[in-house]
Nanobody
């Protein structure tokens, strides 16, 4: 089992920045990819960014150039730096970690972009 705990959400004005953090604990050696997903009200959960254990990254088109994903394998953390935030970035953001067999999810953290 892997447990994921997120932090760093909140309310920010358009154009502002937030940094989300996720700490993994448990059977860490089994984790391959880690990433962030988000779900806005009335919409499906969508991929925001993912990073492999080797450091390769992939981003949703809507966040490219604004968001950056970081991973520290020694600390078992994955962070999401979000800059130039837009109202359409408002959502619950979920940390995700995948092993060969399972997908693990955090409890989610709310990000609201509003003036």
């Amino acid at each position: 089992q892997v447990q994921l705990v997120e932090s760093g959400g909140g309310l920010v004005q358009p154009g502002g920045s937030l940094r989300l953090s996720c700490v993994a604990s448990g059977i860490i050696f089994s984790i391959n990819d880690m990433g962030w997903y988000r779900q806005a009200p009335g919409k499906q959960r969508e991929l925001v960014a993912v990073i492999t254990s080797a450091g390769s990254t992939n981003y949703a088109d809507s966040v490219k150039g604004r968001f950056t994903i970081f991973r520290d394998n020694a600390k078992n953390t994955v962070d999401l730096q979000m800059n130039s935030l837009k109202p359409e970035d408002t959502a619950v953001y979920y940390c995700n970690a995948n092993s060969a067999r399972y997908a693990y999810w955090g409890q989610g953290t709310q990000v609201t972009v509003s003036s």
